[in-house]
C-alpha cells in the first residue's frame, strides 16, 4: 500500500490515517481480551484467542510509533525502509486480529 506512492503529500496523507487506524485497531484488540476473559470457563482455545489479540494490539501499537517516526522522517530516501515495514506489521497484525476473531467464535460455540 504505502510502498507505491510516489508523492510525499499523499504518502503523509496515508501515514496519518494508518497511525489512526492502528490506534483504533490496538484499542479494539485489547477489548476483545477483556471480553475474550468475562467468560467464566478459560480453556486453551480461549488462551490461545486472548494471546492473539495481545499479539495482534503489540502489533498496531508498533504501527503507530513506526507511524509517527516515518512521518517525522517523510522527506528523508529512508522511508521506503519503514514504510515496508509498517506495511507488512500491519498486514501481520490484522491477520492476526482476524484469525483471532474466528478463534473466538470457535471456543464461545
Known amino acids: 500500500m504505502l510502498k507505491n506512492v510516489l508523492e510525499k503529500s499523499d504518502l503523509r496523507r496515508l501515514l496519518l ?30 488462551s490461545v484467542a486472548d494471546d492473539m489479540f495481545l499479539f495482534a494490539s503489540l502489533g498496531f501499537v508498533i504501527v503507530c510509533y513506526l507511524s509517527f517516526f516515518a512521518l517525522r522522517r517523510v522527506d528523508t530516501e529512508k522511508v521506503r525502509y519503514w514504510t515496508n515495514t509498517i506495511d507488512l506489521l500491519f498486514f501481520i497484525s490484522l491477520t492476526l486480529l482476524v484469525l483471532a476473531g474466528f478463534v473466538t467464535v470457535y471456543a464461545f460455540l
Do not use: D, P, Q, R
Not at 490515517?17 to 480461549?46: F, P, R, W, Y
Open 17 to 46: 490515517s494508518l497511525l489512526s487506524t492502528s490506534g483504533t485497531l490496538a484499542g479494539l484488540s485489547l477489548a476483545l481480551v477483556g471480553i475474550v476473559n468475562l467468560k467464566i470457563s478459560n480453556t486453551k482455545i480461549e
